[in-house]
């Protein structure tokens, strides 16, 4: 018989895991995780920095834990490096894995020649050299990135009902597949010389890996 405030929190199935961490959390803090659950989730749109500073200096955790629960909340439910698309996919439940497949089958539909890789530990596709196009499973929706700012900007007017951020472009777990939006998002970065506006950066790369999974640096 489950312990009383235990009972929801599932088996650490590798090491990696966040759950690892909250048997730990529970003993030391005397309440059960679905409290500080709860808490952080009352925070809103609270930014990652603003979440641990709330555990660590309101609540008295340290760094280790407060990540752990941040990182679980922002969908980030392990911090295992995946080796391969199939494993990340594994990883974010059939609801996500399916419309992220319905995406990246889309795009090679047509452009074909685009190679599904793992890179800042997310799904990407790639030609060539260069990265094109990103997707990333979070806690409540998915997040698209052409890895050009300039494509986010060009298309604008098609992107107006979504919520879009300087990189990114947030879509619900269950968006109905708009090949039409994805070959735009695609196509302008086939072009000669690259991107829209010369090759995609490490830099871009690394900031869409950080906001979207934090699972690489965590």
Known sequence: MPKSGRRDIPKPAASGDRVAHFPAIEKKHGKPVSHWLKLLADLGDAKYPEQIAFLREHHEFSQAHANALVMYVRGSTSSKRFATPAEYLASVGPAKAKTIRAIIAAIRK???HLELVMAWNVPMLR??????????????????????????????????SYEVNKKTVK????????????????????SIGGTAKGATSKKTSRKFSQKSTRKSTR
């Not at 879509?171 to 086939?190: E, F, G, H, S, Y």
């Open 127 to 160: 030609d060539g050299d260069r990265y094109v196009f990103g997707i990333s499973a979070l806690t409540g929706h998915l997040l698209m990135a052409p890895w050009d700012a300039n494509v986010l900007k060009l298309l604008s007017a098609k992107l107006k």
């Open 171 to 190: 879509i619900p777990i269950d968006w109905k597949v708009d090949a039409a939006l994805l070959d735009a998002l695609i196509r302008p970065q086939l």
């Open 110 to 112: 047509k452009h074909p």
